[in-house]
């Protein structure tokens, strides 16, 4: 800044308008072309130092702009190389961070998956232990015969069920059989036949062993009600050949039988009649009067009338 001021200074000294004296006495022609000259001189010496000082202050001027974005460049590279040594710090940064993270995320997810399994089998000792009140309400409800019996085994039943859908496995396949059988049960008793022996069906599916008579004859009641004699017939007969000693299969065999009155049939119905009395002696004798006092041996009767009174007069 001192050196721009200096060359101004010059600049305008140059300027500066001397005072040219003329003797206008006794001059000649010599003197005036001189003096002429000597001013054409003066001038052309003031504007060649103008020209000098101009050179030279925009010189200057150009220098120091060259110097500033020589600095500034000098000073952006310095900062540009900082930057980029603290980028590369971030970076390792982040990467240590990243590595961190995901250590963290393994060790997170290890602990959600024990808690988890802990909440899983938290839940499924609970459940374990709703199954077994339940069946211990259903029980009581069927032994006691609450007014409410069938609304409360019911819903213990179908919870048992959701239970074992939730947790496959949780009971055993007799006992899930069973609880299928039970609901059947309860929707015969509310007279819904077709769900009675969708039930009553799941249950043979799942375990059609001996101990599933119970089940078997359900099914041919249901078909009995439902018109279906020739079915039931099926279901009792598979019953009696399970258990032959039962008096209700013979009873519900020679009602079904009478009612369908096939001559093929009316004579498998005097077979069981022999059965029933031959077999049971005085009980059989009683089951088959109670059997004509409901109708149930009409059809029979009409063939074989003279059979069935020597069969009451064997005992």
Do not use: W
């Not at 409800?141 to 019911?154: H, L, N, P, T, V």
């Not at 009792?236 to 049939?265: G, M, P, Q, R």
């Amino acid at each position: 800044m001192a050196l721009t001021a200096v060359i101004i200074y010059f600049m305008f000294k140059s300027m500066a308008v001397k005072n040219i004296v003329i003797n206008a006495k006794g001059t000649t022609l010599r003197n005036e072309v001189d003096l002429i000259m000597a001013a054409t001189d003066n001038a052309i010496n003031k504007i060649y130092n103008m020209l000098v000082v101009t050179t030279i202050f925009f010189t200057v001027i150009v220098a120091s702009i060259s110097i500033f974005q020589y600095l500034k460049i000098k000073e952006s590279n310095e900062i540009k190389k900082e930057l980029e040594k603290e980028l590369e710090q971030v970076r390792a940064n982040l990467i240590e961070y990243q590595l961190k993270f995901k250590q963290l995320e393994n060790d997170n997810n290890g602990n959600k998956n024990r808690i988890k399994s802990a909440i899983d089998n938290f839940d499924k000792k609970s459940a374990e232990i709703e199954v077994e009140v339940s069946f211990i309400r259903a029980d009581d409800a069927f032994r006691m015969k609450y007014y409410d019996s069938k609304e409360i085994r019911f819903d213990c039943y179908n919870k048992i069920l959701k239970l074992n859908e939730r947790y496959p496995g949780l009971i055993s396949k007799v006992r899930l059989s069973n609880t299928y059988c039970n609901l059947g049960v309860v929707y015969y008793e509310q007279n819904s036949l077709y769900k009675a022996k969708e039930y009553f069906q799941k249950s043979l599916d799942l375990d059609n062993t001996g101990e599933k008579i119970g089940t078997l004859k359900n099914i041919g009641m249901i078909e009995y009600k439902l018109g279906n004699l020739r079915k039931s017939v099926g279901y009792f007969e598979k019953v009696y050949c399970l258990n032959e000693n039962n008096l209700e299969t013979i009873e519900l065999l020679i009602k079904a039988l009478n009612n369908i009155n096939e001559e093929e049939d009316i004579d498998k119905a005097l077979k069981y009649c022999t059965i029933l009395v031959k077999r049971h002696g005085h009980s059989g004798l009683k089951c088959l009067d109670k059997i004509e006092a409901e109708g149930y041996l009409h059809n029979i009767k009409i063939k074989y009338k003279e059979e069935l009174n020597k069969l009451r007069k064997s005992l």
